[in-house]
């Protein structure tokens, strides 16, 4: 299986958590799934941003 990226993995789960509270409040289901399931670190931005007269 490829490995995801923590740009696309992260998002993705900040969206699940969050149906899955409101899922939660409605009580429609009882636990949160995703518990066990950790954000991924995202790599330091080494980018430097260009100088007006660079652009």
């Known amino acids: 299986m490829k490995e995801r990226q923590p ?3 992260n998002p ?3 969206i699940a ?3 899955i509270g409101w899922w939660q409040g409605q ?3 009882e636990c ?3 518990i066990s399931i950790e954000r991924r670190p995202t790599p330091r931005d080494r980018t430097k ?3 007006k007269n660079r652009r």
Request: glycine content about 6%; hydrophobic content about 45%.
């Open 32 to 34: 949160d799934p995703t």
């Open 49 to 51: 941003a260009l100088a």
């Open 12 to 14: 993705e789960l900040s």
């Open 17 to 19: 958590r969050k149906a």
């Open 7 to 9: 740009d696309t993995v």
């Open 27 to 29: 009580g429609w289901i």
